[in-house]
Each structure stands twice: as structure tokens, then as C-alpha cells.
């Protein structure tokens, strides 16, 4: 096809020069009167000529009234003016060739006749007058030609799929980057060895799932993973967003969503991927108030083409989200994507093995403990590892440090959990003691209470966008589950700073706002969600967080319970945020002193690490009281 277009562009090509040089012939290049050269001698000794034009083997020039009547009755023809003067409209012109003639100059200037010498335009000045336009014409016309052709990115090329295709020698991911979801691999082995082995499955008749639905929250490595399955199994990775299939024009989706498994049939065994698949994915008929959409249509064929297809040629098709909620139900049931992998947050084993693969190209210390920064992320997944390593490295080298130390992971940690560190923010000093004793109230009731996770750093430097200091918790294991009495305890623990303003200044400010609607959450989720309360008992106000297609979003939301009821909850929220709010101050009041002196000595020193913290509660609690 495409040897075919270069043929009929060619033609055309040929054509167009043609008609441009017969142009130039017969309208562009002026028409002249040839003469010999006899005549010519003649007509400047009779003044019959003037300015003329000598080149190297021409004269050209204008034909005077004598010039003509004597060319008329040199030639017997007395109509020869009339026809001159009709064919020149103006004044006739004339052209001979020229002869080695060295008087002509004298006669010239005998005669008082003009004339002016020029170079003769060679062939190739001639040629390049012509075809340096012409090339430029055809460059431009090849240009336009392909934007409405069938080239990539042209007009005619919108309905073809976007998707990128990746051989295994690009793919380069295997499962040892990835690390973390050991339960995801486990699941997706299966499909490697069925793009490896396919008749071992096809013998004993089972059918492989026709498709693989990656959910999970963001970062934890969905699009890794699924490129580690094509790396593995050796075969072609076509990879697309959801966004991909939809543009301006109608119909275009469907088209494209053709294309994309017309080419995977053709490079079969082969994995697709689409990321990010509620773009494309979302479940129909949520606006009942508008037609058939685009987005829908796409949807159609996605599923049309998904039902169609034949699994037994080896396409596996691969998707990743994370708001299968709302994907529509006729995408994932069996038969389509029949097979859900969840890839879920790491856990301290999984954050360490992550921390090693990004840490392979780093140069670190020795007195780097992977294991000690890994339970210093907890709930972070692999892009928050990631990017902590890279600021380490980056501070590092900032500080022309050869290798990255601890204290560069401890300060990356800080950054990206609280923000970039800002020790330029001038405080006054009546606000940096408040914050002072704001964050030790924090610190001090988590010591306290015996369910709560240890203080790991406490600060009053500003950081990120509005906090003016930090009291930063580590827990010692991963948790799944919490108890109400450390709900409570952990209630406590956020109103702890506003308790110790109440404790020393006799004031509150607005620093413990967050603390406040954090305290609140945890309260409300208590009573309504988790049946906490003794005075409503095991019962849930919470409706079931079902799939947005299985609600109208016209249907208004409504509550279970009547406005007694809701009157009650809000009291029992109330009743615990106030009971927190008591258990902190009264643990803060016998604390007093130690209060007052650790509040100190961090308007001294603006950091104190847990352990500085809890050495120093311990060798409080082992003084003998004072006399007061």
C-alpha cells in the first residue's frame, strides 16, 4: 500500500512539471522576433534598435519604428509591423546571436544606442530556479498528505489503538523487582506458565481467565507487576491508559478498542494492558438524564471484543485500578475479568525487601539498617519507598557526603511524611512556647498510656504547609486490627496538646484544630460504624459502602434512623471526645513538672528523639518528690 501511494505521489509529480515548464513557455518567458545577425549590423547603423542586453551568445533587445519598417521591407512583407505590433502589443522585441564582432561596442556608442552586459543563466541556475520550488511544493504537499493519511498521528489515524508495545528485551522487569506483594505473584504465576506451556492446560480441557483485574491503592506497583508478568513469560506487552481509547471524535473509542485486539491476535501470545481502567471502564447508565456517550459506546466494545476473542491463542488481558467500585458489573464478572488480584499495601517484611530493591544503585553506609526504616514507614507503599530513597541520595550529595547515611534516610522520612522543613519562619516567642507545650502534651500522654505506639521524635520546627511542629508515633508491629480502649487511647493522645495549653496557660489556641476533627472521626466511627457504644449498643448506623452502580444517582441519600436517634449518636460522640479530653488532662496535671521541663528543654533544643524523651521521664520518675 504504502509502495503504491509512492508510485501515484510520483506521477503527480511529474504532471505538475510538465504543465509548469509549458507554462513558462508559452505565458512566463517573453516572445522575440529573431533576426541574423546581417539585419542586426543593419538596424543599429539606422538607430533601429535600443536597450539592448548582451550575453555571452545573445542580443536581445527593443525594435524601434525604423527598426521594423526596414525589417518589413527587408523582408517583402509590409504586414510584417502590423503583426509585430499586434503579437507585442507594446513595442516589438527582438533576439540574435551573437558574433565576435569587437567594433559593435564603438558602433554602440557611435549610435548613442543603450545597452548592458549580463551573465548567461547557465543550465544548472536554471534548474535549481525551478526544482528548489518544486521540492519545496512537494515536501509541503507530502507534510499534509500525511496528517490526513493513515500515518501515525494523522487524521485518518485516530481510530487506530494507541497502545505502546514492549518486546521482552524492553520490558527488562522481571519478578525480581518487584517485591511486597508475594501474594499477587503467586496468583499471576499461573498465567506465566500458561503463556509458556499452553497445551498443558488445553489437555485436561480448563480454560485460562480471559482477564486479570490488578486493584489496589495507588503505588503499591500494579503497572510493575503486570510488566513483570510479560517480562517472565517472554511474550509482547501492549500497554495503554483507559484515557487512550476516548478523544474528540464520536465513534473513535470502538474503533480503536478494534484495533487493539485486531493487533493482539496478530502477535498472539501476547499480554494486554490497560491502566487506570475506570476511565473507560465506569458503570453505565449512572446519568439517566443523557443519551448514549462515547465512553459508553467504548464500553460496549470493550466488552464485545473481550467476549470474542479466543483465550486459546494466548491473549491474556491485564487491567489495574483503584476504584473498582465503580466499574461496571458486566466488565468483571466471569468470563471477562474473572480473576482479581488485590496488590495491597506492603508489610514490614515487604517494606524492607521493597527498600532493597531501590537501594541496589545507592551507596550506603554501613550503618544503614534497612529493617529500621522499613518500621519507620509503616502504610507507606513502593512509589513513598521510592521517593524516599532518591531524597536520601539527593541530601546526600547535597552535603558531599560518598555514601548515604542514616540520618539522610531519617531526614528524607521527615520531609515526605511532614514536609519540607522550614527554619526560616520566624515565630515569636509566645508562639513557639505554646507550640512547645502543645507538642509535649502529645508526647508525654502517649508514654503514658500503655496501648498507644512510642514517641519516635518530637519538634517544634514548622514543616509542609501549616504545621508548626510535630510529635511523630512509630508502632512496633503491623496492626490490622484496634481495640476500643486503644481507640480511646489514641483519642486521648491527639487531645493532649490542647490539654496541656488548658494545664499551663489557662488558654487553648487554634493549634489542636486537626487534632480536634481527627479525635471527632474516630469517635463518630466508634458509635456509628463500629457499635462501640454502651448506651445504643452493637449497632451500626453506617449503611454498607456498596458498588456505585448498584445506586441510583438520583435517589437521595437517607438515614436508617430517626432524629432521636441521631440526637443520641451525636451526644455519645460527644460523651467520648469529652471523656478523652479529661483522661488527658488529668494525666498531664500529675505530670506537671515533668511538663514544664520537658516543654523547656524543647524551646531549647526544637528536637527531642523518643529515646532523649524516655530516658528523661525515667530519671524524673526515679527523683525523690520535691519538698513543695
Known amino acids: 500500500m504504502a509502495g503504491q501511494n509512492t508510485r501515484v505521489s510520483l506521477w503527480y509529480f511529474l504532471a505538475l512539471l510538465v504543465i509548469l515548464l509549458l507554462a513558462q513557455q508559452y505565458f512566463v518567458t517573453p516572445r522575440q522576433e529573431s533576426i541574423n545577425y546581417s539585419d542586426f549590423r543593419k538596424l543599429v547603423e539606422l538607430k533601429g534598435v535600443d536597450d539592448l542586453v548582451i550575453s555571452t551568445d545573445k542580443i536581445e533587445g527593443r525594435l524601434l519604428p525604423e527598426g521594423v519598417a526596414y525589417l518589413s521591407k527587408a523582408r517583402k512583407d509590409p504586414n510584417l509591423a502590423q503583426k509585430l505590433k499586434e503579437q507585442f502589443k507594446k513595442e516589438p522585441m527582438f533576439s540574435t546571436v551573437r558574433l565576435e564582432d569587437p567594433d559593435l561596442i564603438k ?151 478494534r484495533d487493539l485486539f485486531a493487533q493482539a491476535q496478530e502477535k498472539a501470545p501476547c499480554i494486554i494492558f490497560i491502566d487506570e481502567l475506570d476511565a473507560v471502564g465506569k458503570a453505565r447508565g449512572l446519568s439517566p438524564m443523557s443519551g448514549p456517550e462515547e465512553r ?61 530493591i531501590h537501594t541496589r544503585k545507592v551507596k550506603l553506609s554501613p550503618e544503614v539498617n534497612l529493617n529500621t526504616l522499613a518500621a519507620r514507614t509503616p502504610g507507606m507503599v513502593g512509589a513513598d519507598l521510592a521517593n524516599i530513597v532518591n531524597e536520601a541520595a539527593l541530601l546526600a550529595a547535597r552535603k558531599d557526603k560518598t555514601a548515604v547515611e542514616m540520618d539522610d534516610f531519617e531526614e528524607a522520612i521527615d520531609r515526605v511524611v511532614a514536609g519540607l522543613e522550614k527554619r526560616n519562619r520566624l515565630m515569636n516567642p509566645r508562639e513557639k512556647e505554646i507550640v512547645a507545650y502543645h507538642e509535649t502534651g502529645h508526647a508525654l500522654v502517649a508514654e503514658a498510656l500503655p496501648t498507644t505506639d512510642p514517641v519516635h521524635r518530637v519538634s517544634i520546627i514548622p514543616r509542609g504547609i501549616g504545621a508548626l511542629g510535630y510529635t511523630m508515633q512509630l508502632p512496633t508491629e503491623d496492626r490490622y486490627l484496634m481495640t476500643r480502649t486503644e481507640l480511646e487511647d489514641r483519642m486521648a493522645v491527639m487531645l493532649g496538646g490542647r490539654a496541656a495549653e488548658e494545664v499551663h496557660f489557662q488558654e487553648i489556641s487554634t493549634g489542636a484544630q486537626n487534632d480536634l476533627y481527627r479525635a471527632t472521626d474516630i469517635a463518630r466511627s466508634m458509635i456509628r460504624e463500629y457499635g462501640m457504644s454502651e448506651k445504643l449498643g452493637p449497632i451500626t448506623f453506617e449503611r454498607e459502602r456498596r458498588p456505585l452502580f448498584l445506586e441510583s444517582i438520583m435517589s437521595p441519600s437517607t438515614k436508617d434512623y430517626s432524629e432521636t436517634t441521631a440526637q443520641e449518636i451525636d451526644q455519645e460522640v460527644s460523651h467520648l471526645v469529652e471523656r478523652a479530653h479529661r483522661r488527658a488532662r488529668e494525666i498531664l496535671e500529675q505530670r506537671r513538672e515533668t511538663l514544664e521541663q520537658v516543654a523547656q528543654v524543647l524551646l531549647e533544643k526544637e528536637v527531642i528523639e523518643g529515646d532523649e524523651l524516655r530516658q528523661f521521664l525515667n530519671n524524673t520518675a526515679n527523683q525523690p518528690p520535691s519538698s513543695e
Open 107 to 257: 558602433l554602440l556608442e557611435k549610435q548613442g544606442i543603450k545597452y548592458q552586459a549580463v551573465l548567461e543563466k547557465t543550465w544548472i541556475t536554471s534548474l535549481l530556479a525551478w526544482v528548489l520550488p518544486m521540492l519545496l511544493l512537494v515536501a509541503i504537499w507530502i507534510y499534509f498528505f500525511r496528517k490526513i493519511g493513515t500515518g501515525a498521528g494523522g487524521l485518518m489515524s485516530v481510530g487506530k489503538s494507541k497502545a505502546k508495545l514492549y518486546v521482552e528485551t524492553e520490558t527488562k522487569v522481571t519478578f525480581a523487582d518487584v517485591a511486597g506483594v508475594e501474594e499477587a505473584e503467586e496468583e499471576l504465576k499461573e498465567i506465566i506458565e500458561f503463556l509458556k506451556t499452553p497445551a498443558k492446560f488445553q489437555a485436561l480441557g480448563g480454560n485460562i481467565p480471559k482477564g486479570v483485574l490488578v486493584v489496589g491503592p495507588p503505588g503499591t506497583g500494579k503497572t510493575l507487576l503486570a510488566r513483570a508478568v510479560a517480562g517472565e513469560a517472554g511474550v509482547p506487552f501492549l500497554s495503554l491508559s483507559g484515557s487512550d481509547f476516548v478523544e474528540m471524535f464520536v465513534g473513535v473509542g470502538a474503533a480503536r478498542v
Open 296 to 356: 459508553e459506546n467504548t464500553l460496549n466494545q470493550l466488552l464485545s471484543e473481550m467476549d470474542g476473542f479466543d483465550t486459546r491463542k494466548g491473549v491474556i488481558i491485564m487491567a489495574a485500578t483503584n476504584r473498582p467500585e465503580i466499574l461496571d458489573p458486566a466488565l468483571i464478572r466471569p468470563g471477562r475479568f474473572d480473576r482479581h488480584v488485590l496488590v495491597d499495601r506492603p508489610s514490614l517484611k515487604g517494606r524492607e525487601d521493597i527498600l532493597k
